[in-house]
């Protein structure tokens, strides 16, 4: 008999963090996995991006909890750190308000020392949030692990254990101010709110936790960069036998009496799968890979009415020297609360904008050449809901970011000593890269749009369709991300299970030969 043929076939689409996790996982436990990817290179908005000889992260520029990703390689029998070098930061990052620079740690007695330095005052303060916040992670963690399919799922013991910390009445900012008495101690611990797009005077408190977990578990870089550990995971589903299609793009997901049959691609091959596993951004992906009809939960209009993330304009330069800043620095506008405001709420770009600086080159020679930097600059912005003209007034954003940028001491005569640069735009996010709305971090965190009212994993739509990514439970950021791929896999597992029960009664006398 051949093995191959008695594989069940999973299809991804899209080959971005959550697909490839969940190509990893499936591929690792016995299924043929094919991942269909539209761009050449894998990583999808976290892609490694190369200008001459500089290297950059695309998106996501640091790693929380490798445990979780340990955990992952080991379910098929890999390790992570067989396939990538990772460094633990400390200081976590620099912050800098003006001229005062906040650099905390994941060791909580350098952070509390170093709070007393900078906030006299606050450094029990901070202790405190610690010692809650760590109840709070051990009661919210397991909701993080599970699908929210159906309202029953509210009921179990975990969710009702969970609900006192969850906070769903006050917002990130609201919780940090119970704590904190220096405003800009408290932005050091809401500007996490912005890994979920939103705003922390906007955001649940629930997702306090986000500021938690990078102090308690702390901050890592990869080698080479992010990018790495989405190639080890194409390296472990090659090994598995796995094939990644890139520049392949999907026209449409097939599917009949609402069950999904396979895929039909752009150069008008069909492909056969038992599971689709959907990475493609949520919203993008609703309104082009099903027939006009399909959907009646998630139509073009429904879709529309959404809330949604906010985006960001990206620089990549490549700098012909050293530069002397944190692996990665926030540098907030003089007034925080109306930068944050004008992004959200008003949609408009701000004259002091906040700025986030990549400068990875500080520790990782691989990414320049000796004696240069590879620096990647994020500017938040709205998304392209907003009433901005991108392309028209490129040159001007473009200018904006430079003139922020070098208002920074250590960045200082910059625009002098860029080789290499490439500037991206909100636009660009959404025509490119398939981002509706230009919406970096998915689909907004709002109450509406969490848990059981977040689009389901085991996609409530079409059946054999499955959702990773951010814009599914649990949410967006890579561990969350990650989760959504286990969380998949489980349910397509359990599917399966279900189906190999309920064979037997099916299948008697000759036939049952093609089970075996």
């Excluded at 051949?2 to 016995?30: E, Y």
């Excluded at 761009?39 to 500089?54: F, P, T």
């Excluded at 990665?328 to 992004?343: C, G, I, L, T, W």
Aim: with cysteine; charged share 25%; net charge negative.
């Amino acid at each position: 008999m051949n093995h191959n043929q008695n594989k069940r076939q999973a299809v991804v689409i899209g080959a971005g963090p959550g697909g490839l996790a969940a190509g990893m996982l499936l591929a690792g436990q016995g299924y043929k996995v094919d991942i269909y990817e539209k761009q050449a290179g894998i990583g999808g908005r976290s892609a490694r991006l190369e200008l001459g000889d500089y290297r950059f992260d695309r998106g996501a520029t640091f790693l929380m909890m490798p445990h979780l990703l340990e955990e992952m390689f080991q379910k098929v029998g890999r390790s992570l750190y067989d396939y990538v070098d990772m460094q633990q930061l400390d200081p976590l990052y620099s912050l800098h308000f003006g001229d005062t620079v906040f650099r905390p740690s994941s060791d909580e007695e350098k952070t509390a020392a170093e709070i007393a330095r900078v906030f006299p005052g606050d450094e029990q303060n901070y202790r405190n949030f610690m010692r809650d916040e760590s109840v709070k992670y051990q009661k919210v963690e397991p909701l993080l692990r599970r699908p929210f399919g159906k309202l029953s799922d509210y009921i179990k013991q975990d969710a009702i254990k969970a609900l006192p910390y969850l906070h769903l009445q006050d917002t990130v900012y609201g919780r940090l101010s119970r704590y904190f008495q220096d405003e800009r101690l408290r932005w050091g611990f809401t500007f996490q709110a912005k890994y979920l797009g939103m705003s922390a005077w906007d955001c649940p408190g629930t997702f306090t936790i986000l500021s938690y977990i990078e102090h308690h578990f702390g901050l890592h870089h990869p080698k080479g960069g992010v990018n790495q550990i989405f190639q080890a995971m194409a390296d472990v589903i090659r090994e598995y036998g796995g094939t990644i299609h890139t520049s392949t793009a999907v026209q449409k997901i097939q599917v009949e009496q609402g069950r999904a049959q396979g895929l039909l691609l752009e150069n008008g091959e069909e492909v056969k799968a038992d599971h689709v596993v959907l990475n493609g951004d949520f919203a993008a992906s609703m309104n082009k890979l099903f027939e006009p009809g399909v959907l009646k939960k998630y139509t073009p209009e429904k879709i529309k009415d959404m809330k949604y993330s906010c985006s960001g304009a990206m620089l990549y330069l490549g700098v012909n020297k050293k530069i002397d800043l944190a692996h990665h620095s926030v540098h907030f506008a003089a007034d925080y609360r109306k930068n944050v405001d004008e992004m959200t709420l008003h949609k408009v770009l701000s004259e002091d904008p906040s700025i986030y600086v990549h400068n990875p080159s500080v520790l990782d020679p691989t990414l320049a050449p000796e004696g240069k930097s590879s620096l990647y600059v994020l500017m938040p912005t709205p998304n392209t809901t907003a009433d901005i003209d991108w392309d028209g007034q490129r040159a001007e954003i473009r200018q904006r970011m430079m003139d922020r940028l070098e208002q920074i001491p250590e960045l200082a005569g910059l625009s002098e000593c860029i080789e290499e640069e490439m500037f991206f735009t909100p636009l660009q996010w959404e025509k490119e890269l398939d981002i509706y709305n230009g919406a970096l971090f998915n689909l907004s965190h709002k109450l509406g749009q969490m848990m059981y009212l977040r689009p389901h994993n085991r996609f409530e739509e079409v059946e054999g369709v499955y959702l990773v990514g951010g814009g599914t439970h649990p949410g967006s950021g890579l561990p969350t991300i990650f989760e959504s791929a286990k969380i998949s896999v489980g349910l397509i597992q359990e599917d399966d299970a279900k189906k190999q029960t309920a064979r037997p009664l099916i299948k008697k006398g000759k036939e049952a030969g093609q089970w075996t």
